[in-house]
């Protein structure tokens, strides 16, 4: 006869978008198995270690498996948001012409960078809906990855915000016109050192826009940054 419980901590409903910084949930179960041996045994990827303590009809068995969770839509590969961007005609405006149709034509401009940044300064009349959010909580898997960003010395790591279409559909409806913008813009063109272009948080929010049913999706060409460059309106909050 044989009594199992275990204990395993939820392992975060967030991703980021530095997928590579993962750990693992980590499982404690104790059984009681009648003549059996006292196993300690710690398993991460192909790693482990094993130490027999000693015999009893107790056996205590702590386990951290190298899981990966399931990919988000924001972490699918850059060429998979690019092919459906192209196939919305999800179309780049430079800076002065997203100004031209926020004044003209009624778009609102979706700034998704941190709130933070959008307070110090942001279009005039931009809606701030942050796709990535700072790490919020501290569970095992996010204590990890506050580590990971340390190493590299940024110490205000984000995550993919898991509330953000819910956002964007209690502000917008799905003909919204809308043009999504970032800092840098990234870019869907191609170039000889970016084939495929570059991805970036703008262009992943309006990926996840047209996956839900968003019509009238643009995106700000060379970012915010040369938004304020050419001196187009702005505002703070600070």
Known sequence: MAALTSITPNPASSSSVYSNFRTSPLTLSS????????LLSVRSGLASRQRLAF?????LIIRSAATKPAKSPAEEDWKVKRELLLEKRVRSVDAKEAFRLQKENN????????EAEFKEAHPAGAVNIQIYRLIKEWTA???ARRAAFAFFGIFSGTEE???FMQSVESNFGKDAKIIVACTTGGTMKPS???????QS???IAAYLLVLNGYKNVFHLEGGLYTWFKEGLPSESEE
């Not at 059984?31 to 006292?38: E, G, L, M, P």
């Not at 000889?192 to 570059?198: A, I, S, T």
């Open 55 to 59: 015999r009893n009809r107790r056996c």
């Open 31 to 38: 059984q009681i198995i009648a003549d059996c041996s006292c």
């Open 107 to 114: 778009f609102v401009i979706l700034d998704v960078r941190p």
């Open 192 to 198: 000889q050192n970016l084939p495929e272009g570059q």
């Open 141 to 143: 898997w996010d204590i």
């Open 161 to 163: 915000n898991p509330e």
């Open 201 to 203: 948080r703008s262009l």
